[in-house]
């Protein structure tokens, strides 16, 4: 083992991460060659498996320059359950992948201490995970971080654009912040093209960058899946990479439009502050941020009521933001 | 998009790229929210999911600096599906996640169509995937590759400890070269021990350091599924990380001992020149190296023949290496 731990690796190392991982997770089958997951499938009759995989991004940069690595695995598991979610399917576990130049045991269990806290709020389970140690590879204390998640739905169950009307309301629930999209312009922003400070403080803001900009992305599982399996809820976009132009119009169907009335929701402060700072037209900003918005539900008019109170009930802020419209696929994000 | 793409981010490259992997993989469901697998479960009475993710480790900078990017997709499967394969089970899907400084889409379409042909070696298919784009996280060209893979077993099927017998026979398949493990110590030992270059050749191999050093990872599902399924197998270890005695050692009950008969098979001759070369004792060897062993097999004496024919007839070399003696979970190497 001598040579391999000169080379870089410390094999021991990773053993005493994986029995942390077990302690934290409390599944103490880890560290076996696969992870395990019997299935129950009394509840199902043409059982589908929803699988989705995503990383942190370059939010990653800013926790380990700000060395606060708590959080980051709750936005990993955020971007692969509200994935899921937003097909209709129910999360059962979740797998992450820690890549790290040099394995320091402490600082990777932080690490996958947010992993476990992300699974915990999305009801589902860790069941296995791989930490490569990869000298050479990532350097200056850099590391990413990559998760798997997999969930299950009756294939009747599945969120459908066949099941979209023209009229159907837009519920928008509120994000957490940026959550884990457009850092790499936001650091261009505020570290490159100026030269802000993670413990400053913008405008609006109560609290200082670093923290400001490592909000965890919010997991939407608990209250919305409910609402799913009740069949009130049309179809789901999870507002990530391309914001809601992108991610809105995957949902739609060829014959309709998603038309949004901008200002009938709160935007984060800080996306106002980084428009103004970096000078960003309203296409930069709407193609790349969330908007305050982190999911939203197309659902029937019938539905808005009994949805909407159900979500408020369970925590979320909900916000009625637009509706469908005769169109081709359009999503217009209408300003007057 | 023009101030995320001046940050360093093209989304449009993604969507070429997504574009692209769809028509590789023939699976043109790619880039919905989640990856959709429908479940068979006609031949299941208690169906129990295996999952596992792993990466290829620092073999990926051998691929970077030869410009062989072409099959570490293929050692990324392998590592995954053969871990799955290790518990019983038969692999369904798969997802990657390539994180990577710049996004250049010619170049990803090669390391994903490693992964695509990995998942046709597996018998598995390729639902999902994320490509991240993240500047200033990897730098020099590098990029990282893990991936995650779900497979099925029914739960009475599971290869389990339990089985194994003090007599039972120890089988090695030959690995083709180092696979993906210990490739920091080969960088140390070849790169900054010595100045080797990756188009030197050395004693004994027949093609040049770059060459060698890629070989994929074999995939042994296809040629020892079958005979799972059949019940001739007792226990299987996926030689990785930590090599025979590490993950030998995992398939052991209590009670018993694994002894290996050292020259019952060949050791690949790239290992004996980098014991040679990087002076390197034998248990550096056998913690780090698969020892020419990719995969070892536990079978009853009575199937031993079966087991051997079958395997041979589905192209892999098979080896008789040891039994399983009464002991205490030791794994024993008897050179002399």
């Known amino acids: 083992m001598d040579a391999y731990k000169k080379a870089g690796v410390d094999i021991n ?10 302690n934290l997770s409390k599944n103490s089958e880890l560290g076996a060659f696969g992870g395990l997951f019997p299935l129950e499938l009394g509840k199902y009759k043409n059982p589908v498996l929803v699988s989705g995989t995503d990383g942190v991004g370059t939010k990653l940069l800013i926790a380990i320059q700000a060395g606060l690595n708590e959080t980051v695995g709750i936005d990993l598991v955020a971007m692969c359950v509200n994935d899921i979610l937003a ?7 979740f797998l992450d992948y820690l890549g790290i130049g040099h394995l320091d045991p402490d600082n990777a269990k932080k690490i996958v201490a947010g992993v476990v806290e992300g699974v915990k709020q999305a009801g589902a389970k860790l069941i296995g ?3 490569a140690e990869m000298p050479d590879m990532y350097t200056n204390g850099h590391y990413d971080l990559a998760g798997f998640a997999v969930g299950i739905a009756d294939k009747d169950k599945l969120l459908n654009k066949a099941a979209l009307r023209e009229g159907d309301v837009l519920l928008g629930l509120g994000s957490n912040g940026l959550h884990s999209n457009g850092f790499s312009l936001v650091r261009d922003i505020l570290f490159k093209q100026h030269d802000y400070k993670l413990a400053d403080q913008l405008p609006g803001l109560d609290q200082d960058l670093k923290h400001e900009l490592l909000r965890p992305t ?16 049309g179809s789901i976009a999870h507002i990530t990479g391309g914001g809601l132009p992108e991610n809105v119009a995957r949902i739609l ?9 901008y200002g009938t929701w709160p935007v984060p402060p800080i996306m106002n502050d980084l428009q103004k700072i970096g000078n960003l037209s309203f296409d930069d900003m709407k193609h790349t941020f969330n908007l305050g918005l982190g999911m939203v539900l197309a659902v029937h008019p019938e539905n808005v009521d009994q949805v909407k109170a159900a979500l408020s009930e369970a925590g979320e802020q909900v916000y009625q933001v637009g509706r469908l419209v005769s169109g081709f696929q359009e999503v217009i994000i209408r300003k007057d």
């Open 218 to 233: 919010r997991i939407y599982v608990k209250s919305v899946l409910p609402l799913v399996e009740q069949g009130l809820i």
């Open 13 to 22: 190392a990773g053993y005493k991460l994986v029995d942390e991982i077990k």
């Open 253 to 261: 169907p060829a014959n309709l439009a998603a038309e949004f009335n």
């Open 129 to 131: 995970g791989e930490t």
């Open 87 to 93: 097909q209709g399917a129910k999360p059962l576990f």
